[in-house]
């Protein structure tokens, strides 16, 4: 007799969503399902909404309209199996936590069981997820002391190591050089085909994880756009988005964006102030 589950449902539900600021509204009336396994990425120019956006489906900014849910339930509920790599910030080269330490922060201490039994399989899961990162050579180093890429695959592990159902991302490849851009987007991109995991990315930039995205949130002065990368990233969707002549150029497998202002950023550099944690 073969048991029948029952329809898992989408990773992330989103119905009439809409987040203001005083008289400023950042988006509204946003509807969206993020199948298992999707990569959604999540564009738009600074003060878009996009970090709001993620901070809205971990329970940290209630919404001024709508619903949210995630991993089958409310954002911010106990056994919600969600990671999050936050924007990237500079670690206190002070700090002297070791990497392990770091990724083990993201366990659910009771999910291993007591005693020494759940303490050495509390240890092989972190072991683990670090070698899967290429993280063990360094891993017992003080984190602040480790280089900007070493610190950002530490955090991309603390954020895998508890099994989660969504992963939320955002600006995980800032300040990386092209090398390790590449080896966490594909460390991310490897967690949603193995796992299933649904993958939320912000970027400013889509051409580093352009051949993963199966669909792109677009938000900009208030509206979105939601649909395949081909649907999105054109020159009249995006025109008629940001209210002005925009040219998107298909180059090399590519995707620019001609006479583009600094405020589409596409092809632009992104400056965040370096804060320090720890
Ligand atoms: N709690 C808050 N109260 C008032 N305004 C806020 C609050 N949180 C965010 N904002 C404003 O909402 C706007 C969107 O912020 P958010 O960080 O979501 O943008 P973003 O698209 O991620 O931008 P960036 O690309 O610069 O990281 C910004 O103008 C920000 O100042």
């Given at each position: 007799?073969?048991?029948?589950?029952?329809?898992?449902?989408?990773?992330?539900?989103?119905?009439?969503?809409?987040?203001?600021?005083?008289?400023?509204?950042?988006?509204?009336?946003?509807?969206?399902?993020v199948?298992?396994?999707?990569?959604l990425?999540v564009?738009?120019?600074?003060?878009?909404?996009?970090?709001?956006?993620l901070?809205?489906?971990?329970?940290?900014?209630?919404?001024?309209?709508?619903?949210?849910?995630?991993?089958?339930?409310?954002?911010?509920?106990?056994?919600?199996?969600?990671?999050?790599?936050?924007?990237?910030?500079?670690?206190?080269?002070?700090?002297?936590?070791?990497?392990?330490?770091?990724?083990?922060?993201?366990?659910?201490?009771?999910?291993?069981?007591?005693?020494?039994?759940?303490?050495?399989?509390?240890?092989?899961?972190?072991?683990?997820?670090?070698?899967?990162?290429?993280?063990?050579?360094?891993?017992?180093?003080?984190?602040?002391?480790?280089?900007?890429?070493?610190?950002?695959?530490?955090?991309?592990?603390?954020?895998?190591?508890?099994?989660?159902?969504?992963?939320l991302?955002?600006?995980?490849?800032?300040?990386?050089?092209?090398?390790?851009?590449?080896?966490?987007?594909?460390?991310?991109?490897?967690?949603?085909?193995?796992?299933?995991?649904a993958v939320l990315f912000?970027?400013?930039?889509?051409?580093?994880?352009?051949?993963?995205?199966?669909?792109?949130?677009?938000?900009?002065?208030?509206?979105?756009?939601?649909?395949?990368?081909?649907?999105?990233?054109?020159?009249?969707?995006?025109?008629?988005?940001?209210?002005?002549?925009?040219?998107?150029?298909?180059?090399?497998?590519?995707?620019?964006?001609?006479?583009?202002?600094?405020?589409?950023?596409?092809?632009?550099?992104?400056?965040?102030?370096?804060?320090?944690?720890?």
């Amino acid at each position: 007799m073969s048991v029948q589950l029952p329809d898992a449902g989408p990773a992330v539900r989103v119905r009439g969503a809409g987040l203001a600021f005083g008289d400023r509204t950042l988006w509204s009336g946003l509807d969206l399902d993020v199948e298992p396994g999707e990569f959604l990425a999540v564009l738009g120019p600074n003060g878009s909404g996009k970090s709001s956006f993620l901070k809205a489906l971990l329970g940290m900014q209630s919404l001024s309209a709508g619903t949210v849910e995630i991993a089958g339930g409310r954002p911010g509920g106990a056994n919600r199996k969600v990671g999050y790599i936050p924007q990237q910030r500079a670690i206190d080269d002070s700090l002297t936590l070791r990497g392990v330490d770091l990724v083990g922060l993201g366990l659910d201490g009771h999910r291993w069981g007591p005693g020494l039994a759940g303490m050495r399989a509390r240890k092989r899961r972190v072991a683990s997820v670090i070698e899967s990162v290429g993280g063990t050579r360094y891993a017992k180093q003080p984190v602040g002391r480790l280089s900007g890429g070493e610190q950002q695959r530490l955090r991309v592990a603390q954020a895998l190591v508890g099994d989660p159902t969504v992963l939320l991302c955002d600006e995980p490849l800032l300040s990386l050089d092209l090398a390790h851009q590449r080896a966490v987007s594909e460390l991310i991109d490897a967690r949603r085909r193995e796992a299933g995991s649904a993958v939320l990315f912000v970027t400013h930039e889509i051409n580093p994880v352009l051949q993963f995205v199966d669909r792109v949130l677009y938000l900009v002065n208030g509206q979105f756009r939601i649909g395949k990368p081909d649907e999105v990233m054109t020159s009249e969707t995006l025109s008629d988005l940001y209210g002005t002549k925009i040219e998107v150029l298909r180059v090399g497998g590519q995707i620019h964006i001609a006479g583009a202002q600094s405020a589409l950023c596409e092809d632009e550099p992104h400056h965040h102030e370096q804060e320090a944690v720890g």
